[in-house]
C-alpha cells in the first residue's frame, strides 16, 4: 500500500488527470484511479470531494448535474482551460521529481544497495 502522505500529495494531479478523459462524477473518478493504480491507491468520498469542491473554488473545474436512468441525478466535474494549464504544472513537477528519483536508483550512480 502507498502510505497516505504520497497518496494525498497525489490527489490533485489524479483528478486533473483522470478529468483530460471528459467529465466525470466522483465514485467513477475514485474506481478509475483505484484500477489504475492496482488498489495501491484507494480513497473515500470523503477524501475525494472535498478536493473536488476546492478545486472548483480554484476554478481549476467546473460542476454540473446530470439525470440518470436509475436513482439521483449525478453531479459531474469537468477540467477548466485554467485547469489544464494547472495540469501542464503538475504534470512538469511530477515528471521531475520522477526523473531526480530514477536517476538516484539507477546503478551506474553507485547507490548502494540493501
Same mark, same amino acid.
Given at each position: 500500500? #502507498? *502510505? =497516505? +502522505? @504520497? %497518496? /494525498? /500529495? +497525489? @490527489? =490533485? *494531479?489524479? #483528478?486533473? +488527470? %483522470?478529468l483530460t478523459r471528459g467529465p466525470s462524477y466522483g465514485y467513477e473518478i475514485i474506481q478509475r484511479v483505484h484500477g489504475l493504480t492496482d488498489g495501491d491507491v484507494s480513497w473515500t468520498t470523503s477524501t475525494l470531494y472535498p478536493v473536488l469542491h476546492k478545486l472548483e473554488n480554484e476554478e481549476l473545474l467546473e460542476s454540473f448535474w446530470e439525470d440518470v436512468d436509475k436513482g439521483p441525478a449525478r453531479k459531474y466535474y469537468r477540467l477548466t482551460r485554467k485547469g489544464l494549464r494547472q495540469l501542464e504544472v503538475e504534470k512538469q513537477q511530477w515528471l521531475s521529481i520522477h526523473s531526480a528519483l530514477i536517476a538516484l536508483w539507477e546503478p551506474e550512480h553507485g547507490l548502494a544497495t540493501v
Open positions: 500500500m #502507498i *502510505p =497516505k +502522505s @504520497l %497518496v /494525498a /500529495a +497525489s @490527489l =490533485k *494531479p489524479f #483528478i486533473l +488527470s %483522470v
